[in-house]
């Protein structure tokens, strides 16, 4: 397991430098120093990916976006691929307007969930891998951010009638069946509900992503 330290000369947040010495890390554990650092890496974090969400173009462009597509929507993604290939783009389109749509209710959940780290947080961090401080962000809030966005998705979607126009393509395809269970159409509810699990992972993506290419400016990695 890697351990993280604190090293001399750390630029946090706007720019000022601290000059401390070495502590350990029970002693960054339980210090204010160390929490407000990891908050603002985390911040930092999440101010990107609201930013990606709030553009449209820079969503669909976001691979850590793309690679947090559900399973079963990337499949029937493939499948229409083959029979409609112009709805995939539609699709994905109008999912990237619900990020636009959602990313301000998803926000505050997110940095509420930051400013809420105590310093049992704080020790895992020190603790754990590189990605741990994301990990605990997910667990704090993945499935109230499904539930907080999920309305507003499937608002977006229906709005369009892209759930109609899937269905209308894909009608008599064993495959779909196939991947549905019984069902032969797509739910709104249930396009919604992938939609939604792809935003809530595509954002944790990005901050986990920060995290690991940021946290070494600040966490120096202790023995290696």
Known sequence: MKK????????????????????????????????????????????KGANIYSNRDAFLQNNMVDKALPKQLREINTLLERVAPSLVAKERAYIADAAVYTVNISKPILVGAVNSLNAQDVARIIQGEKGTATLILKEKTSQQLIAAITPKVDEQLNQYGIVKSINTALSGSNFLGSLLGSKTTVNSGGLSQLASEQLVNGIFNIIEDYEIQNSNSLLGPLGK
């Open 4 to 47: 993280y330290l604190i090293a001399a000369g750390l630029l946090i947040g706007t720019g000022a430098v601290i000059n401390t010495t070495v502590q350990s890390c029970t002693t960054l554990a339980t210090s204010d120093l160390g929490l407000s650092i990891i908050k603002r890496l985390l911040l930092n974090g999440i101010d």
